[in-house]
């Protein structure tokens, strides 16, 4: 060992200098390339020397995972950097994971905790430095407070005697016990290299393997209680025994050392000796019945890994999400949260098995539910497809080389020419010939003209996705396989495609609009959360909220404020008297005051649950924004504001807010059904057309809720006033005035008014009227209830066909296409960087084609033989310039 210390300590030194920032995956890398080095230079070294064997002390890591350090490898070998590392530790953290450890670890020793937002922060840091406690600097941004400098660079220095460090303006005694931790929450923090320099930098991530043991921890501990109470005594048991063995072994080396003479003669030594060895022998004895047991339990446990692999995977689609919008951020605690009532919530079952696969469906359509609350429309089924390829991937059912393809095709390698010039495009070909160079696809682009009928079919037929593929294709190819064909042929179904593909491997339910309710949110709530609505461009959910805080009994106990510049203040004192009163409080637009974020973050995380009055809510609206704080997105209520898309989800959500009594309330019941039906009709319409572009409307207006109603309110009040039913004053309210307000193209503005002369006329009141000519969209019983109504809008489809808008079916096609490669792109950017078989990323392998087309670089020493700089001849420096550039 003495010989092979070198090379180890080097390593380790190199590991803590170094290689704290990166993944597990890319330390090992690097650690294969110095013990490459160390070979080639002779340096002694053990076979594997590591870390954690060459540092680690096993009785301080066991204490660390009792206090919460994940129990995976980058976690231990995170521990032991932190432990060695002669600068302060900065962990990047955005699952709040180092955080709890270090509020555990350092517990008893008086951890001070302390933001950068806190106004008593720099006092409580000058107390933890002079009396020696450890300090814990929480959500730490890109940039710190310059007066923070002296304490990271460690600037001490001695005065009679005393060590002393200057922090502001004053100097202080520095205690030699001082600890300094520091976290944040981003998760791909941008730091300079003068700051990186003043720190050690930690990748805390959460690793899939840490995550996995944590989830089946609590799995076990809900399923099989005993079991984890067992595991867990075992586990603090094996410390302590591993302790007191080291007590035991260091106290015989200090006796040897410190003994004069011969040993033999010193009968305290001999005595020690023999109770040691006593006591070793029983310790060893337990620790291997121990192991034993441990052995056991493990294998009890094993059973529930499915669920334990089927939720990590859900939570890293879930965390990656905020790659697509800032806004979709969520917490750890938050997750486990949804996973625990999963459990608690599924079926109970006969077997292990069945109990599993309970849990396993219930739990991730519960997690589907709420995240969609808080996903905007365009991402819901990305969201969904995500989770189904994710899970198939797991199970090896989706061939990662077939899966980059679908999102990013593929250059074909040969060329050939096009069978069906008159119907197949170039760009269709061209993808056919990528797909070709795919293992399972290899014969393709020969067989194309065999089947040329068969893929004509599909190319032309109105729903592609469900036309089986011509010849042994059909057969050969699984259901994501032929999303590939559908790729090439029909880009414009692959939304449909992707539908069918989830709806078949996970269930109909997560292609269903989910419609979010405020009372399913407010539920689910408490006084410490805050209740975020994300919005859209032309959407308020302010009458949405006022009219349940009617419902709620607090329309008196509620106050609003729209932030900008100023209005900070007002809002703390409004938030601070809503506490003591249990009232509610709106702060709208967020999004226009970025500089009292950090303000707003620090009230809500100093909210106390035990001070504050039960029954207090802050409700939050923002548009998408990176200035809105993380931590505050994570652990809130968030619900995304916008129109729903399609017909059916539009005709859902205004049915799901009206009720019978409302239905009934006009004179004319039967009549007031049929119109609001049409006129809910005509407004999904309206705002459906937007996708069509120019086909639609010139401009996309941004029609609202706000509309709507006001056209309700207008037709019931219109209905009990009149005799006669006023389909002029109707069609003039809404075409002119609440739609046409918006409208500023004269030909939008025709467009409009003609599509209300179909939905305001005396033949809708018949019960056998169609909007369409395939009659999915018609007339319904008006002695149906609100139940009636929300069964026939559920057997609607879910995509719109283009008649109901009267336009071609063609009018979707450009429309559809870039809807499908819009939602590809989004899961692109949630891709980690992919490995190919050969262990080269994609990006490195289009590099090295790239650098393989390079011509050599120019020999500078010729070319100035050649073409000498002279006065006279301008034109040499110039070249001579160039071919150095």
């Known amino acids: 060992m003495i010989s092979n210390v070198a090379g180890d300590m080097l390593l380790s030194a190199g590991y803590i200098a170094y290689l704290g920032p990166f993944t597990g995956e890319y330390r090992a890398a690097m650690a294969k390339e110095l013990l490459k080095g160390f070979k080639e230079l002779g340096v002694p070294h053990t076979d594997v020397p590591n870390l954690v064997s060459t540092l680690g002390d096993p009785v301080n890591i066991r204490t660390w995972q009792i206090a919460g350090l994940p129990k995976d490898n980058l976690s231990v070998e995170n521990g032991v950097i932190s432990q060695y590392s002669l600068r302060w530790a900065l962990f990047i953290d955005p699952q709040g994971q180092a955080n709890t450890w270090i509020k555990n670890m350092e517990k008893d020793s008086g951890l001070e905790v302390v933001k950068l937002s806190d106004r008593d922060f720099l006092r409580r840091l000058e107390n933890a430095i002079r009396f020696g406690k450890p300090c814990l600097l929480e959500n730490v941004g890109e940039e710190l407070d310059p007066a923070l400098e002296p304490v990271l660079l460690q600037q001490t220095f001695k005065q009679q005697g005393h060590t002393l460090l200057k922090l502001g303006d004053s100097l202080i005694d520095y205690h030699k016990s001082f600890k300094m931790y520091l976290t944040t929450k981003l998760p791909n923090p941008h730091y300079s290299p003068e700051f990186s320099a003043k720190v050690t930098l930690i990748n805390f991530t959460l690793s899939p393997s840490g995550l996995q043991d944590q989830l089946l921890g609590m799995v076990v501990a809900k399923e099989q209680q005993d079991l984890e109470v067992a595991k867990n005594q075992l586990i603090t048991s094996n410390a302590k025994m591993k302790q007191e063995l080291k007590e035991i072994e260091d106290e015989i080396l200090f006796r040897l050392s410190s003994t004069e003479g011969n040993p033999v003669d010193n009968e305290e030594l001999i005595r020690v000796l023999e109770a040691s060895k006593i006591k070793a022998g029983e310790i060893k ?61 599924s079926r109970s079952a006969d077997t ?332 999904g319409i309206a705002l459906e057309r937007r996708k069509f572009g120019p086909l639609g409307f010139n401009i996309p207006y941004e029609f609202t809720d706000g509309d709507l109603n006001i056209c309700i309110s207008q037709l019931k009040m219109f209905l009990d006033e009149y005799q006669d039913i006023p389909y002029k004053v109707l069609k003039y309210t809404a075409g002119e005035i609440n739609y046409g307000g918006r409208v500023t193209d004269d030909w939008d503005r025709r467009c409009l008014l003609s599509v209300v002369e179909d939905f305001y006329c005396p033949a809708v009141l018949s019960s056998d009227h169609v909007y369409c000519a ?112």
Request: aromatic share 10%; proline share 5%.
């Open 774 to 885: 395939s009659g999915v969209y018609r007339q319904i019983d008006t002695k149906l209830d609100i139940k009636g109504y929300l069964a026939y809008i559920r057997g609607l489809p879910i995509n719109d066909t283009p008649e109901i808008f009267g336009l071609h079916d063609n009018a979707n096609i450009s429309f559809a296409q870039n809807e499908a490669f819009g939602l590809l792109e989004a899961v692109v950017r949630l891709q980690p960087r992919a490995t190919s078989a050969e262990g080269k990323t994609l990006e490195e392998e289009i590099v090295a084609g790239i650098v393989e087309k390079i011509p050599p670089p120019f020999d500078i020493e010729e070319v100035m033989g050649k073409y000498p700089v002279l006065y006279e001849e301008s034109m040499n420096t110039v070249l001579i310039q160039e071919v150095i550039r």
């Open 285 to 345: 004895a337990k620790v291997k019945a121990a192991e034993k047991t441990e052995q056991n339990i493990d294998a009890a446990r094993l059973e529930y890994v499915p669920v334990a692999v089927r939720a990590q995977i859900l939570f890293f689609c879930v965390s990656d999400l905020s790659n697509v919008d800032p806004m979709y951020q969520y917490s750890l605690e938050w997750f486990l949260g949804i996973f625990l009532s999963g459990i608690a919530n």
């Open 352 to 683: 292990v098995e069945e109990r599993i696969w309970n849990i396993n469906e219930y739990f991730t359509f519960s997690l589907y539910g709420n995240i969609c609350r808080s996903l905007f429309e365009k991402h819901k089924l990305m969201f969904a497809f995500l989770l189904c390829a994710r899970i198939m991937m797991n199970d090896k059912k989706i061939d990662m080389v077939e899966w980059r393809y679908l999102l990013s095709g593929a250059m074909p390698v040969q060329q050939l020419a096009n069978p069906a010039v008159s119907w197949l495009s170039e760009r269709a070909w061209q993808d056919i010939l990528g797909l070709s160079t795919l293992k399972n696809f290899s014969n393709l682009a020969q067989s194309f003209p065999e089947h040329l009928e068969g893929f004509k079919k599909i190319f032309d037929s109105s729903q592609p996705h469900r036309e089986p593929l011509p010849g042994a294709w059909d057969v050969i190819l699984d259901s994501f396989q032929k999303l590939l064909v559908l790729r090439c042929l029909r880009a414009d179904c692959l939304i449909q495609g992707l539908q069918d593909f989830v709806a078949a491997e996970l269930g109909q339910r997560f292609i269903e609009p989910q419609t979010s309710d405020l009372s399913v949110v407010f539920a689910e709530s408490s006084s410490s959360t805050p209740l975020i609505f994300v919005l859209s461009p032309g959407t308020d959910p302010a009458a949405d909220l006022y009219k349940f805080a009617d419902v709620m009994q607090f329309s008196k106990k509620m106050s609003a404020i729209s932030l900008g510049q100023g209005q900070g203040p007002w809002a703390e004192s409004m938030m601070h008297d809503a506490m003591e009163r249990g009232h509610w409080v709106f702060f709208q637009n967020c999004h226009l005051a970025p500089s009292w974020m950090p303000t707003l973050e620090r009230l809500i995380e100093n909210i106390n649950p035990l001070k504050v009055h039960e029954n207090f809510r802050l409700w939050l609206t923002s548009l998408p924004s990176n200035k809105f704080p993380v931590s505050v997105l994570q652990n809130g209520s968030k619900m995304t504001i916008e129109p729903p898309r399609g017909i059916k989800a539009n005709l859902q959500k205004t049915y799901m807010r009206l009720t019978n009594d409302f239905l009934s309330s006009s004179t004319k019941v039967s009549d007031f059904k049929s119109l609001l039906l049409s006129l809910c009709l005509f407004h």
